[in-house]
C-alpha cells in the first residue's frame, strides 16, 4: 500500500531548530510536500522536493531523499506561532491526489 | 482576496437531517476536492473533480454526494448525517503541479 509515516508529536523550545521526518512507502514517486495546519483552520502550503537536496524558504526548508524513501522539514528560529500541526503528503501515483501523513503536532514551548 | 470561499463556516444539524456545504473559488481552477477531516486526523480525500469529471473515493460513504454545476461552484451533500460524520469539510483547489492544494478555510459540522 501507499503510505507516509511521521512522528505524532514533537516538542521544542521558542528560538531553537526541529526537524520533523517523514518516511514514505509509494507505487510511484513524484514528489514530497509539506503543509502547516494551525488548530481550527486549514491546511496551508508549505513546500515542496521534486528532486533530492535541500529547498530553503525563510525559517523552514525541507530535505528529499529518494534513495532512502525519507523527508524532512527543518524549522529554525521557532516562534510559538509555528506551533501548529505539520504534514508531509505525495501525489498518489500521477493523479491529481494526495496522499497525507498522519500528521506532527509540533509545541513550541516558552 | 479570498480564493477558495466556503460556507457557512459553522454548521449544526440534527442526526438524519440533510445538509449542503457549498464551496466557490475565485481562480477558475479545474480540480476540485472535497476532504473530511477529523480531530487530530489527517485530511480524508471524500471526492476531486477535474472540471465536471468527478471521482469518488472507493471507502467515501454512500450518504455522501457531490455536485459542481460549473467551474466556480462545487457543493457536497450530506444525505442523513450520524454522529460520526461530525468532522471538518475542507474544500481544495488543485494547481497544475498537482503537488501544491489550496484549501479553504473550511466548514465545521456539528451533528447533535
Known amino acids: 500500500g501507499q503510505s507516509l509515516e511521521q512522528p505524532s508529536e514533537v516538542t521544542a523550545v521558542e528560538g531553537a531548530i526541529v526537524q520533523i521526518n517523514c518516511t514514505y512507502q509509494?507505487?510511484?514517486?513524484?514528489?514530497l510536500s509539506w503543509y502547516q495546519q494551525h488548530d481550527g483552520g486549514a491546511p496551508t502550503f508549505l513546500s515542496y522536493?521534486?528532486?533530492?537536496g535541500l529547498e530553503e524558504t525563510g525559517r523552514f526548508s525541507s530535505f528529499l531523499s529518494r534513495s532512502d524513501s525519507y523527508g524532512y522539514l527543518l524549522l529554525q528560529e521557532l516562534q510559538m506561532k509555528d506551533s501548529a500541526s505539520y504534514f508531509c503528503?505525495?501525489?498518489?501515483?500521477?493523479?491529481?491526489?494526495?496522499?497525507f501523513g498522519s500528521g506532527t503536532r509540533l509545541l513550541v514551548r516558552p | 482576496d479570498a480564493m477558495v470561499i466556503q460556507n457557512p463556516r459553522y454548521q449544526v444539524t440534527q442526526f438524519g437531517k440533510p445538509v449542503t456545504l457549498s464551496c466557490s473559488q475565485t481562480?477558475?481552477?479545474?480540480?476540485m476536492y472535497w476532504y473530511q477531516q477529523k480531530s487530530s486526523q489527517a485530511p480524508k480525500l471524500l471526492f476531486h473533480y477535474y472540471d465536471k469529471d468527478f471521482n469518488n473515493e472507493a471507502d467515501t460513504p454512500d450518504n455522501f454526494q457531490s455536485r459542481r454545476p460549473n467551474t466556480s461552484f462545487c457543493f457536497l451533500d450530506i444525505r442523513s448525517p450520524g454522529l460520526g460524520d461530525a468532522a471538518m469539510y475542507l474544500c481544495?483547489?488543485?494547481?497544475?503541479?498537482?503537488?501544491?492544494?489550496?484549501f479553504g478555510p473550511g466548514t465545521r459540522l456539528t451533528v447533535l
Open positions: 481544495a483547489l488543485g494547481t497544475q503541479t498537482y503537488n501544491e492544494q489550496f
Open positions: 522536493n521534486a528532486l533530492d
Open positions: 509509494t507505487s510511484g514517486f513524484y514528489g
Open positions: 503528503a505525495a501525489p498518489m501515483d500521477s493523479s491529481y491526489k494526495l496522499i
Open positions: 481562480l477558475n481552477h479545474n480540480v
